[in-house]
């Protein structure tokens, strides 16, 4: 079955730098890679999404890459902020119509001003 | 927060009882999930709904049972609670399932003694 690797597992950056999420998946017929923001204590939220024929989505300091061939997509933060300290999910698509979700083990994000 | 409301927030239970969580939602969305969340283990796919009366499996099944007989109910079931099942557990909604955001609810915390 499907599995999502996610590093590192806590990342701190000082506000204003850029951050960097990587994510690893193992079927090779996963087609949807969505990226979820969950705040202390609240639930998680969307926060950008790509498909299998996209290589890159971007909005406002927000991108993700995708890169098929070697099974990883990253998530890159710029002009980080003290509210983008969160924790961060990647997910892969258990099936081909991208209706199940498989999530990595998230990422805490800590930006310090 | 899209329309989705989770019943009890909280519960504690002793090993050995049966325990039902409830999801009910608003939107007239198609698709409904639940999910578990442990630290450590990020989100983990529990069961999907995707209409009235269909369910499938998802990564962690073991153990739970679900049914859905009205387009806006999703119930989970424990059939026998047992202290690995102490969690956070997240219901989450989407309108067409495949490429399409959730929206989770609020979260119910179980604690199963």
């Known amino acids: 079955g499907e599995n999502v690797e996610q590093h590192p597992s806590t990342l701190s950056v000082q506000e204003g730098d850029s951050a960097v999420i990587k994510c690893t998946y193992s079927?090779?017929?996963?087609?949807?890679f969505p990226w979820y923001k969950q705040e202390l204590g609240k639930r998680p939220q969307l926060i950008i999404d790509i498909r299998s024929n996209v290589g890159e989505k971007k909005d406002q300091r927000i991108a993700v890459t995708l890169n098929k061939t070697a099974k990883h997509f990253s998530l890159h933060i710029t002009e980080t902020q003290p509210e983008d300290s969160a924790v961060y999910f990647c997910?892969?698509?258990?099936?081909?119509?991208?209706?199940?979700?498989?999530f990595g083990k998230g990422t805490t994000l800590s930006v310090s001003s | 927060d899209a329309g989705i409301t989770q019943s009890p927030r909280h519960k504690v239970t002793e090993t050995g009882t049966p325990v039902t969580l409830r999801c009910h939602q608003t939107?007239?969305?198609?698709?409904m999930y639940w999910y578990r969340q442990d630290p450590g283990h990020g989100l983990r796919l529990i069961h999907y709904s995707y209409g009235v009366k269909d369910t499938d499996k998802g990564e962690v099944s073991d153990g739970y049972s679900v049914s859905r007989s009205k387009t806006e109910d999703f119930l989970l079931t424990l059939e026998s609670a047992t202290s690995s099942q102490t969690s956070v557990y997240f219901c989450?909604?989407?309108?067409?399932?495949?490429?399409?955001?959730?929206?989770f609810g609020p979260g119910t915390r179980l604690t199963v003694l």
């Open positions: 079927d090779s017929a996963s087609n949807y």
């Open positions: 997910a892969a698509s258990m099936d081909q119509a991208g209706t199940a979700l498989i």
């Open positions: 989450a909604i989407s309108e067409w399932g495949g490429y399409n955001e959730q929206f």
């Open positions: 939107e007239n969305h198609r698709y």
